[in-house]
T-cell receptor, first 116, second 114 residues
């Protein structure tokens, strides 16, 4: 069964450093998303991406964050100058068609980011 | 604004019994979809079931069913014949028309005991 793959599964970084979280969406999917989940809290939407453009973003997704599809298979989230409060589980998701009412978004297993 | 409320931080159920996980939502948009996801201890998010705001019948997927009461703005998940493997965190989420994002509730941790 096709799945969304995220690497690494766990990353530890020092405050102020830049990190890149990687995702390989399902191959025929065209719409990509990042969500984050701070430990013990709810899952929060960050950004959606289609056709090499951000199609929707939340207030959390400020200038510290950027997304990119550097090639035909990868989708990345870059966090510049990490802060302690960026520590969270980051989920990548993808869907075949636009996220409409009944479109299931397939989630990856997540990358746990720890900023120390 | 869209909001999902899950008031049960934790629920306990014995194996083979049914359990209901509560979810209420708030939106002024007439067109929306409601989703339930399961998050086991391994961390991944697993899609369980979907209910559209215009669907006439309650959604069912195997042992999962959604008790959708539109007037009360509730979309409770019912798990029948609980299994030990059902122990996990369960999230209710909503998407409204015109938006890409899913809005999640705070989740309910379900523990199934033998």
């Amino acid at each position: 069964e096709p799945e969304v793959t995220q690497t690494p599964s766990h990353q530890v970084t020092q405050m102020g450093q830049e990190v890149i979280l990687r995702c390989v969406p399902i191959s025929n999917h065209l719409y990509f998303y990042w969500y984050r989940q701070i430990l013990g809290q709810k899952v929060e939407f960050l950004v959606s991406f289609y056709n090499n453009e951000i199609s929707e973003k939340s207030e959390i997704f400020d200038d510290q964050f950027s997304v990119e599809r550097p090639d035909g298979s990868n989708f990345t989230l870059k966090i510049r100058s990490t802060k302690l409060e960026d520590s969270a589980m980051y989920f990548c998701a993808s869907s075949e068609i636009p996220a409409g009412m009944n479109t299931e978004a397939f989630f990856g297993q997540g990358t746990r980011l720890t900023v120390v | 604004a869209q909001k999902i409320t899950q008031t049960q931080p934790g629920m306990f159920v014995q194996e083979k019994e049914a359990v209901t996980l509560d979810c209420t939502y708030d939106t002024s948009d007439p067109s929306y979809g409601l989703f339930w996801y399961k998050q086991p201890s391994s961390g991944e998010m697993i899609f369980l079931i979907y209910q559209g705001s215009y669907d006439q019948q309650n959604a069912t997927e195997g042992r999962y069913s959604l008790n959708f009461q539109k007037a009360r703005k509730s979309a409770n998940l019912v798990i029948s014949a609980s299994q030990l493997g059902d122990s996990a965190m369960y999230f209710c989420a909503m998407r409204t028309e015109g938006f890409q994002k899913l809005v999640f509730g705070t989740g309910t941790r379900l523990l199934v005991s033998p």
